[in-house]
């Protein structure tokens, strides 16, 4: 006997076909689109240029990104030889509520290289990004290396961050040349130029399957509770890294201690959300720590099963708390 005696075989079809379109509709991700911005090849900040004297073989640098969602801009920077998918575990998730964007930073993934001895800055490549793509203001979120640039950012743009999430490293130690005069700076960038050149020919001289191997190391022994879970994709990452910065003597791409000289004296600073990994290396957390100190509105949250890669190791955790702290900061300023 039929379990649906007073349905007819038509409507029960129709259920089962409307019950499917919804389960496909919410196992389908959404569509994302993808693309290049093209940057300039000097940027406007930057002090590491060595050839300060001689004009770029292309003005530009074109930058891979990709983009899905929509809502406010939100903007992920990724962290040193990985590149934008390790934001895949929470890409998705955030594009339910945002229009979220992630990229290569320059020399990673699928963007270009930069050109060898003229000098950029990370900072000055997203705010390049953000004009190619007509966004004015975003919330940022980044890793490590990608929470650096948004560090330095917040010091040079302050005007264009909606909100900034930051783990796992938001300062370095490089000096300020800023206060440098110029034939110091220049003898100090043809110094660390030389230096670096030394250390890619001892890089390649190893190879570059043992030097990566040992940034798969490194990555372990920073990671947390949950590394296996991320072990496979994280490993193929770095295999698949150009690793451009370890074969090219540049000098760097970031402000250092300037970053700290700007933030300290910044009055109004835009809302800022500090991720530590429990698990994280002492140094990372030092970095942190000093980011607390020049951003003493920052909120800090802890994440104890979580090391280096938080986005990764726990991403339901990772996006809940954004999302939380970007909704508390919206009630705030209504």
């Given amino acids: 006997m039929s379990s649906y005696p007073k349905m007819g075989k038509m409507k029960i079809i129709k ?10 509709s919410a196992c389908t991700k959404p569509e994302v689109k993808t693309g290049y911005v093209e940057v300039p090849t000097l940027t406007e900040h930057a002090l590491s240029s060595v050839y300060t004297l001689l004009v770029p073989t292309s003005p530009t640098v074109k930058l891979y990104y990709e983009e899905c969602g929509q809502g406010e801009p939100l903007i992920l920077l990724h962290e040193k030889a990985v590149d934008c998918r390790m934001w895949d575990a929470v890409f998705f998730q955030l594009a339910k509520k945002f229009r979220v964007i992630r990229y290569d930073l320059r020399g990673y993934g699928k963007s270009e ?71 110091i700076l220049k003898i100090y960038n043809d110094t660390v130029f030389a230096m670096k050149e030394k250390e890619v020919a001892q890089i390649k001289m190893r190879g570059m399957e043992a030097e990566k191997n040992d940034w798969k190391t490194i990555m372990r022994s920073v990671s947390g509770e949950h590394y296996r879970a991320i072990s496979e994709r994280l ?57 607390a100190v020049l951003c003493p509105d920052a909120k800090i949250q802890f994440m104890p099963e979580a090391g280096h890669f938080t986005c990764m190791e726990m991403p339901d955790e990772f996006v809940a708390k954004m999302i939380t702290f970007i909704e508390d900061t919206k009630k705030k300023n209504n």
């Fill in 15 to 24: 259920y089962v076909l409307i019950a499917t379109v919804l389960l496909l």
């Fill in 113 to 183: 290289n930069p050109e060898l001895g003229y000098g950029y800055l990370c900072a000055d490549d997203l705010k390049n990004v953000m004009d190619a793509l007509g966004i004015k203001k975003a919330h940022l979120a980044g890793l490590s290396m990608g929470g650096m640039t948004v560090t330095e950012f917040i010091a040079l743009y302050p005007e264009k961050v909606l909100t900034a999430t930051i783990t796992s490293g938001a300062v370095n130690e490089y000096p300020n040349r800023s206060v440098m005069p110029k034939e």
């Fill in 235 to 291: 490993n193929g990452m770095i295999d698949d890294w150009k690793a451009w910065q370890l074969l090219n003597p540049e000098t760097d791409a970031f402000m250092g201690t300037q970053a700290d000289s700007m933030l300290d004296k910044q009055k109004n600073k835009p809302p800022i959300l500090l991720l530590i990994g429990q698990h994280d290396d002492n140094r990372t957390k030092k970095s942190m720590q000093r980011m």
